[in-house]
C-alpha cells in the first residue's frame, strides 16, 4: 500500500490558526485537517509567535518561513 502525503497550503495554516488559537488540541487539529499529528506539532513550532507572554500560532509566520 502506497503512503499518502498532504501538503499543507495557506488555507489549512489559516484553519490551524484558528483551530489552535481557540483552543483546540493537536490531536482535533490533525483529525480536522487531515494530517498526520506529527505534521501539526511541525507546523505550530514553524508559525510560533509570542502575544503577551503566551504561545500562539500564525499562518502567515509559518508561510513566510516556507518560503
Known amino acids: ?26 490531536k482535533e487539529i490533525a483529525a480536522a485537517v487531515g494530517v498526520h499529528i506529527a505534521t501539526i506539532y511541525r507546523e505550530l513550532e514553524r508559525g510560533k509567535i509570542i502575544v503577551a507572554n503566551s504561545v500562539r500560532y500564525s499562518a502567515d509566520t509559518a508561510q513566510r518561513a516556507i518560503g
Open 1 to 26: 500500500m502506497a503512503r499518502r502525503y498532504k501538503r499543507l497550503v495557506f488555507a489549512d495554516r489559516q484553519r490551524i490558526e484558528e483551530m489552535f488559537n481557540s483552543g483546540m488540541n493537536e
